[in-house]
């Protein structure tokens, strides 16, 4: 393509089929003011993957998010960012300019470097005459440095038929160093105006249009209806994010190159592909994590001084089919098959290494799917959840013996996926528990996945019973908020009364806690 040919592809845009209004420079030098149709940044803005000298700032334009081509020209548009060390942006410490690509969504991705380590920023976007509400990010401390303490904030599973993100509302107010988000940031089946919870109709919060979605501007669209909910929005502003995929990104409890439908897997690789570039144009990921075809880089670490190493874990994508053909709660030979795998050799590894070599206080795997061994359904047999670690025995067998012969302590697993909350501890065999656990869990519940939930559910003090290592379950939505010091790991189950109208209100349901050196899980 000639130069000529690229500047008149750089055009003004006036959306909505409007006229293009004027050719500008050439690719490279300074462009003139975009015009937009409406408001660009309606999803919102967002900051990830922190480092000690910086982290992701992001933002997707998008004028009319549901439209096809979400108001956009095909066109490459510039947009200016501004990083300030105060929120009235009086000491701007870096600029620059991206280009939003039509190739990406019109999403942007600037990786920030050059800044202090340990301390907030606050960053926004211009494009043309339009300006983006401002975001708050905090690097990490300097490698190796002595920290005191780290609180951040775990959610996820957000399902935006079945409810508000009132949660997130609150979290955004908890005043956190980061958020990990565990996945299912979409769900992506077709539109439900109602649905059946235990026998009784349900009808849906709020709706989304469509079926269930394949392509990539299905998916595209999917991520604009819930990026436009300003408690999400409010969420990502407040924070930087770590976020990670789990089934509902592309398909439920799909794994490797498999769906739950029996799709051929090379037809299902086209739809992997869609949604991977989907979820990266959304979310605030570094380059490293840049789709390639129906594949995505997304385990990492990232290390607060001395005090806490964070591993986040991708449990879907090298993992191997479910066994027992992906039944609820029953057992078959193919649990303990030897040759399952949930983490995948190369990730096993990098996680080992990590875990062995970390010097920090406290080392956490922040992942998707439960690792205690939880009997599911009281009775004469015992019933795993199979999407779970309860069915890969021999992976699961793996890493905990790994755990105990590295001598690998003080260690903390951060789960989503149940819609539940639950704090345990974690044994070889969850039904005859030894003496010392290896590890524990706190199992976040869901922002709005199940609607309001309950305090209890019927069939939990049943479970609560023939569980050892269970301390806790609690079946309403919300977040966890983990408060990290040398000595003590406190977490927060923070519980919204109720999530089908707004204004729902937070409360602690429960604080469970840890004490450095002393494994096992004790209430606060
Ligand atoms: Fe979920």
């Known amino acids: 393509m000639t130069r000529s040919q690229i500047s008149r592809r750089h055009v003004l845009w006036m959306g909505g089929g409007a006229a293009l209004l004027a050719a500008l420079p050439g690719y490279g030098q300074s462009i003139p003011q975009p015009v937009f149709s409406d408001y660009p940044f309606q999803l919102g803005i967002a ?40 929120e009235s942006f009086r000491t701007v410490v870096q600029t620059g300019e991206a280009l ?18 340990g301390r907030p920023y606050f960053y926004r976007f211009t494009a043309g005459r339009e300006r983006s509400m401002m975001g708050r990010a905090r690097t990490l401390p300097a490698p190796g440095a ?47 105006r109602m649905r059946t919870v235990s026998g009784w109709p349900v009808v849906s919060v709020r709706q989304h249009p469509g079926q269930e979605v394949y392509s990539l501007e299905d998916y595209r669209q999917r991520y604009a209806i819930y990026k436009m909910d300003p408690d999400l929005q409010g969420a990502h502003a407040a924070a930087a994010w770590f976020p990670v995929w789990d089934d509902h990104e592309i398909d439920n409890n799909w794994v490797s190159d498999l769906d739950q439908d029996g799709t051929p897997p090379e037809v299902f690789r086209l739809r992997k592909r869609a949604a991977m570039q989907a979820f990266y144009e959304n979310m605030p990921l570094r380059s490293t994590s840049f789709p390639n075809g129906p594949s995505m880089s997304l385990y990492r670490r990232a290390s607060f001084g001395n005090l806490l190493d964070m591993n986040f874990l991708d449990t879907r994508q090298y993992r191997t089919d479910q066994p027992c053909n992906d039944r609820w709660r029953v057992e078959c030979a193919d649990l303990s098959n030897p040759k399952a795998d949930v983490l995948g050799a190369a990730q096993e590894a990098w996680l080992m290494e990590g875990l062995t070599s970390s010097r920090a206080r406290w080392k956490a795997m922040a992942q998707q799917v439960m690792m205690m061994d939880l009997d599911r359904e009281p009775g004469e047999t015992y019933a795993a959840n199979l999407d779970s670690w309860g069915g890969y025995r021999a992976p699961r067998e793996r890493l905990l013996r790994g755990l105990t012969d590295q001598r690998i302590k003080d260690t903390v697993i951060l789960t989503g996926d149940e819609h539940q909350n639950y704090a345990g501890n974690v044994h070889l065999d969850g039904q005859n528990p030894g003496k010392i656990p290896i590890t524990s869990e706190f199992v976040a519940t869901s922002i709005s996945s199940g609607g309001d939930g309950a305090d209890m559910r019927p069939d939990m003090p049943e479970v609560v019973a023939v569980n050892p290592e269970l301390r806790f379950n609690n079946a309403q939505r919300g977040y966890l908020v983990c408060q990290v010091t040398p000595d003590l ?34 209430e606060a």
Do not use: N
């Not at 992701?56 to 548009?77: D, F, Y």
């Open 47 to 86: 900051s990830g993957e922190p480092s000690a000298d910086g982290f992701v700032i992001w933002t997707r334009l998008a004028p009319q998010p549901l439209e096809q081509g979400h108001g956009m020209p095909a066109a490459v548009v510039p947009v200016q960012w501004q990083v300030a060390e105060d």
């Open 100 to 117: 939003a690509r039509p190739e990406l969504g019109h999403s942007v991705h600037v990786e920030v470097a050059g800044l202090q380590p």
């Open 146 to 192: 002595d920290v005191q303490s780290v609180r951040f904030a775990v959610g996820g599973c957000q399902h935006y038929e079945q409810g508000l993100y009132t949660a997130w509302r609150h979290a955004a107010a908890e005043d956190v160093d980061f958020v990990f988000c565990y996945g299912d940031y979409i769900y992506e089946g077709r539109s439900q």
């Open 489 to 522: 790991w406190k977490t927060h189950f923070r519980v919204i009364d109720q999530i089908s109208t707004p204004g729902g209100s937070v409360s602690t349901r429960a604080t469970y806690a840890l004490e450095h050196g002393k494994p096992g899980l004790v």
